[in-house]
């Protein structure tokens, strides 16, 4: 069975080496480098080609999100899933607009964190409903009249190419429903909304139910 091979970057060493412990205690996971800055991150990252990248967003000198941007710019890049201890709410938004798969709390369950991993290995996102309402509420801060107007333009333009049902779908998500509870409010079956979820994610460029409802927030007024 080929392990998941995962590179750890986080200013804290006893963090790193907990998390080391952690995912090299998986008999489908392996710790393959570590990094304690952005620029570092790149560098390993770039000499490693590891499949999956557990990035803190705070460290010093180069952070985490502009680590993961330049990352996530290479031809097949690998999976970030971000680190936060969520004091730092508008640097995970940039990481999941750039297209991290997902996020976890730094004060997380082992066994949680260690889903999270597979599950991005997997090309899934690994998001928890109550930090995405967070998040997004975060995304909805101050801003200059003219950005807010740009970005209301482009989501709207971006939800013009839904059917009925797809938009429906997205605003149940955006509102940080589950599957189910998005079935039930639509009176849909489960199957049906991860179609439409799917469809979502190619219509609206996104990987990741948090960008669905990034862009649905981001056409209101």
Do not use: C, Y
């Not at 101050?142 to 997205?170: F, G, I, W």
């Not at 960008?211 to 056409?219: F, K, N, P, T």
């Amino acid at each position: 069975m080929d392990r998941v091979r995962v590179v750890i970057v986080d200013d804290d060493q006893l963090v790193r080496m907990s998390l080391r412990l952690m995912l090299d205690g998986e008999a489908d996971l392996e710790v393959v480098g570590e990094a304690a800055d952005g620029d570092a991150a790149i560098t390993e990252v770039r000499r490693l080609r590891p499949d999956v990248v557990l990035m803190d967003v705070r460290m010093p000198g180069r952070d985490g999100l502009s680590a993961t941007e330049a990352i996530l710019s290479w031809p097949d890049p690998p999976r970030v899933l971000v680190l936060t201890t969520f004091d730092s709410d508008e640097m995970v938004l940039g990481a999941l607009r750039a297209g991290a798969l997902g996020f976890v709390l730094k004060d997380t369950p082992p066994p949680d964190i260690v889903a999270a991993v597979r599950s991005v290995a997997d090309g899934n996102p690994a998001l928890s409903p109550a930090a995405t309402t967070r998040l997004i509420t975060a995304a909805m801060g101050p801003q200059s009249s003219e950005t807010r107007r740009a970005a209301r333009e482009t989501a709207r333009a971006r939800l013009a190419a839904l059917t009925e049902r797809e938009l429906d779908t997205a605003r149940a998500i955006a509102d940080g429903l589950s599957n189910a509870e998005v079935g039930a409010r639509l009176h849909i079956s489960v199957a049906t909304v991860k179609a439409h979820t799917s469809s979502l994610f190619a219509k609206l460029g996104v990987v990741n139910r948090v960008q669905i409802a990034l862009v649905v927030r981001d056409s209101e007024d």
